[in-house]
Structure formats: structure tokens, C-alpha cells
């Protein structure tokens, strides 16, 4: 690794072409797996926010009170669409540990503190959040990110049967790596705050 800057690059370039997917996937599928695409694609771009290195974007004070809001409006959506189960559950530890992230770097005086791998990868955890919740965090993405990814060599090679390949935002391999993409920023994420 070349240092942090490269690192939030790097993170943020991830998280924006998975946002780019998703977005993509809102095209097609059911009204549930478009609402599904729409959540991610937030989180996608979000996360690809939130990773640009704070040596090329110093984020304002406020925006983290921004970031903050947005994911707290989403984790009150995906509350709501908890009720039926499903993935949505996901959506609200994302989206709740999107505001724990805004929030701590909102405490921490902005960008250059104890953040996450892009605004403050290059002070070692000045400011850190709550270890607990942190750590609980931590598990819940280790987690996710082995059963996403588990769950992606069955899909993977039941889609190299036979027939023609579906369209590009009904791949369901392609979801499945999106989901595993955005679970290892998160925890990156979390790892350096």
C-alpha cells in the first residue's frame, strides 16, 4: 500500500462504480428488488463520499451533520421495510453505521481526526467512536463479507449454465459482488476509525 490517500482513493473509486451498479440495477427486477438497488446504490455513493481522501476534499463541518441526517432518514426507511424482513435489515445496520461514522468524524473536528479510510486514514484512531459498538460493527461486517462471499461461487456457477446471460442489472452474481464490495468498505471503514 502507497499510504492512506491512495487507500481512500482507491475505496472511493470501489464504492462509486458499486453505487454506478446498483443505480443500474434500478432499471429492472421486481418493485421490491429495484426499492433493494435504490438502498444500495445510496450507500454506494455515500460510502464513495465519505472515502475521498481529506488531503484532496476537506469536507465542510457541516457536512458531516449532512451525512448524519441523510443515513438517519435512510436507517428510518429501512426500518419500515424491516417490517417484511429480508435484506432491509441489512440496510438499517448500514445506514446506522453510516451515522455512527458521521457522527464521530463530526465530533472529531471534521477531516482530520480518527476517521475512516479516506478523510482521516492518516491519524490512528484519535478519536475512535465507542469500541463496543465498534467492535460490534466489525463482526457483523466480518461476517456479512464471508457469507456474501460464500454465497457468491454457488450463484457464479450456476450463471455459466446454459441459455443466454440475463441483461447486466439482472445479474444476480453481480448484486452479490456488489453487496460483498460495499460489506469490505464498510468494514475498512470502520477498521480506521
Known amino acids: 500500500m502507497h499510504g492512506p490517500a491512495t487507500s481512500g482513493w482507491l475505496l472511493m473509486t ?25 438502498a444500495e446504490a445510496l450507500m454506494g455513493f455515500g460510502m464513495a463520499a465519505m472515502a475521498l481522501p481529506a488531503a484532496a476534499v476537506a469536507p465542510p ?7 448524519a441526517a441523510l443515513f438517519g432518514v435512510a436507517a428510518l426507511r429501512a426500518l419500515w421495510f424491516a417490517r417484511r424482513g429480508g435484506h432491509h435489515l441489512h440496510h438499517l445496520v448500514d445506514s446506522v453505521a453510516m ?9 472529531a473536528g471534521g477531516g482530520g481526526h480518527g476517521g475512516h479510510a479516506g478523510h482521516a486514514a492518516g491519524s490512528a484512531g484519535a478519536a475512535g467512536g465507542l469500541p ?13 463479507v464471508l457469507r456474501s462471499g460464500a454465497r457468491l461461487v454457488p450463484v457464479a456457477a450456476a450463471a455459466a449454465g446454459g441459455g443466454p446471460p440475463p441483461a447486466w442489472g439482472a445479474r444476480p452474481e453481480l448484486a452479490l459482488a456488489c453487496r460483498l464490495t460495499m460489506g469490505i468498505a464498510m468494514f475498512a471503514m470502520l477498521l480506521t476509525l
Request: glycine share 10%.
Open 99 to 107: 451515522v455512527y461514522m458521521a457522527v464521530v468524524m463530526a465530533g
Open 61 to 67: 463541518a457541516w457536512g458531516w451533520v449532512v451525512y
Open 132 to 144: 463496543l459498538l465498534t467492535g460490534l460493527l466489525l463482526v457483523h461486517y466480518a461476517v456479512y
Open 14 to 38: 470501489l464504492c462509486a462504480v458499486t453505487g454506478s451498479y446498483c443505480l443500474l440495477r434500478t432499471r429492472t427486477g421486481s418493485e421490491e428488488e429495484r426499492r433493494t438497488a435504490r
